[in-house]
Nanobody
Framework: QVQLVESGGGSVQAGGSLRLSCTAS????????MGWFRQAPGKQRELVAA???????KYVDSVKGRFTISRDNAKNTVYLQMESLKPEDTAVYYC??????????????????WGQGTQVTVSS
């Protein structure tokens, strides 16, 4: 069983930066596609960014050029570097692990393991 623990959330003013980290237990981290999802109040959970075991990445259009996902397999950790944050980025951010095909990388049901979530609040 894989356990995911997120850290790095917090409150920041618009234009600021945050880095989220997600550390996984177990020895199979490198085989997983890792995703960062977010859910704002009253909205559906959406993929923000994902990175495959081979290093391919995908971003939702609203964060392209501002957010960067990366992984360190030696540390069983995936990161989300968030720059130029906007109030609309405010949400609970979740780390997830799974083996989706690339065409279904945005589908929440394709991910088997989830972290507890970390709050990101961006004020204007």
């Amino acid at each position: 069983q894989v356990q995911l623990v997120e850290s790095g959330g917090g409150s920041v003013q618009a234009g600021g930066s945050l880095r989220l980290s997600c550390t996984a237990s177990g020895r199979t981290f490198s085989t997983y596609t890792m995703g960062w999802f977010r859910q704002a109040p009253g909205k559906q959970r959406e993929l923000v960014a994902a990175i495959t075991s081979g290093g391919s990445t995908k971003y939702v259009d609203s964060v392209k050029g501002r957010f960067t996902i990366s992984r360190d397999n030696a540390k069983n950790t995936v990161y989300l570097q968030m720059e130029s944050l906007k109030p609309e980025d405010t949400a609970v951010y979740y780390c997830a692990a799974g083996w989706p095909s690339y065409t279904r990388i945005s589908v929440t049901q394709e991910y088997d393991h989830w972290g507890q979530g970390t709050q990101v609040t961006v004020s204007s």
